[in-house]
């Protein structure tokens, strides 16, 4: 059975994994993230290595924007400020074919596929981490937007007023981001606060109370204008959910829709380091239709 080879370009490292159709993951490896001519010739290489009639498509997912109708891929922190032509470069030198997507997208592709929201057709991935991204699934398939900025959700407006930090990453991630956190627990990291709060400092847990009703705050307007079956919660803040779940949940739906609110569930992701590949991946087979 052939297989698909899934390419997460991160903004540090570059991961590829070849994946069969149940999800499986063979001959993993990570590479240092490289300049774009550089990412091309590993992508093109790691094909060449398994030869022609192994892998039946390649999925690729970026930190940034795919614009599907020019096949450019807007990646600052891989390739400076200029889209670049992804996927005419990698079609000119592959014989298979090319999907590409937002590293949002790949996420929530990943969750549907084999994480807690497997088997759902609408579904939301919210990603907390130093930024806040979301990856949006309509009817079974990924939503990238007219010029694959969908899910840019960090610049939701939550209520506050507007202030100049919002100007450079938008106001919901201002207020419920890992830099908002550690902002708000005078402390140096989230990840700080986060160990203080679990020590019963009462400033932190504040911080993380403020936070977390941040956080509820735009995944409720996200729920009443998508009406999802699932929202699951990833990133790096996520690994504080034994903190901030309970509290998530509960203020999303004081302010979602409330049928909408009812009937929706918010869950923490299942899945680990494989998700960015996994979501790859899927891009890839539904590309080839399955």
Same mark, same amino acid.
């Given at each position: 059975?052939?297989?698909?080879?899934?390419?997460?370009?991160?903004?540090?490292?570059?991961?590829?994994? %070849? &994946?069969?159709?149940?999800?499986?993951?063979? !001959?993993?490896?990570?590479?240092?993230?490289?300049?774009?001519?550089?990412?091309?010739?590993?992508?093109?290489?790691?094909?060449?290595?398994?030869?022609?009639?192994?892998?039946?498509?390649?999925?690729?997912?970026?930190?940034?924007?795919? #614009?599907?109708?020019?096949?450019?891929?807007?990646?600052?922190?891989?390739?400076?400020?200029?889209?670049?032509?992804?996927?005419?470069?990698?079609?000119?030198?592959?014989?298979?074919?090319?999907?590409?997507?937002?590293? +949002?997208?790949?996420?929530?592709?990943?969750?549907?596929?084999?994480?807690? @929201?497997?088997?759902?057709?609408? &579904?939301?991935?919210?990603?907390?981490?130093?930024?806040?991204?979301? !990856?949006?699934?309509?009817?079974? +398939?990924?939503?990238?937007?007219?010029?694959?900025?969908?899910?840019?959700?960090?610049?939701?407006? &939550?209520?506050?007023? =507007?202030?100049? #930090?919002?100007?450079?990453?938008?106001?919901?991630?201002?207020? /419920?981001?890992?830099? /908002? %956190?550690?902002?708000?627990?005078?402390?140096?990291?989230?990840?700080?606060?986060?160990? /203080?709060?679990?020590?019963?400092? +009462?400033?932190?847990?504040? /911080?993380?109370?403020?936070?977390?009703?941040?956080?509820?705050?735009?995944?409720?307007? %996200?729920?009443?204008?998508?009406?999802? #079956?699932? &929202?699951?919660?990833?990133?790096?803040?996520?690994?504080?959910?034994?903190?901030?779940?309970?509290?998530?949940?509960?203020?999303?739906?004081?302010?979602?829709?409330?049928?909408?609110?009812?009937?929706?569930?918010?869950?923490?992701? @299942?899945?680990?380091?494989?998700?960015?590949?996994?979501?790859? @991946? +899927?891009?890839? =087979? %539904?590309?080839?239709?399955?």
């Amino acid at each position: 059975m052939k297989q698909v080879l899934a390419v997460d370009l991160g903004g540090t490292k570059t991961a590829m994994a %070849l &994946v069969d159709p149940a999800g499986k993951l063979s !001959g993993k490896r990570k590479t240092p993230a490289a300049p774009f001519d550089a990412t091309i010739r590993q992508i093109v290489s790691e094909c060449a290595e398994c030869g022609p009639d192994a892998i039946a498509a390649v999925g690729v997912i970026v930190p940034g924007i795919y #614009e599907p109708g020019t096949g450019n891929a807007w990646a600052p922190n891989l390739w400076g400020p200029d889209f670049q032509p992804l996927r005419a470069a990698l079609e000119r030198q592959l014989n298979v074919p090319v999907a590409i997507g937002s590293d +949002r997208s790949g996420s929530v592709l990943a969750e549907q596929w084999l994480g807690v @929201a497997r088997g759902k057709r609408h &579904v939301l991935f919210v990603a907390v981490g130093t930024g806040i991204g979301v !990856g949006i699934v309509c009817d079974g +398939r990924p939503v990238e937007g007219a010029h694959g900025i969908a899910g840019a959700a960090g610049w939701m407006v &939550v209520g506050s007023p =507007w202030k100049p #930090e919002f100007a450079a990453c938008g106001g919901w991630e201002s207020q /419920a981001a890992g830099p /908002a %956190l550690a902002r708000l627990g005078g402390m140096e990291s989230a990840e700080a606060v986060v160990a /203080a709060a679990r020590a019963g400092d +009462r400033h932190a847990l504040e /911080a993380v109370t403020q936070v977390a009703d941040s956080l509820a705050l735009g995944i409720a307007g %996200l729920v009443s204008v998508l009406d999802p #079956e699932i &929202v699951v919660l990833g990133g790096g803040l996520m690994q504080a959910g034994d903190l901030m779940l309970d509290r998530i949940r509960r203020q999303t739906l004081c302010w979602t829709q409330p049928i909408a609110g009812k009937v929706v569930r918010v869950e923490k992701t @299942a899945l680990g380091e494989d998700a960015g590949l996994l979501g790859a @991946a +899927r891009l890839a =087979w %539904l590309h080839l239709g399955l």
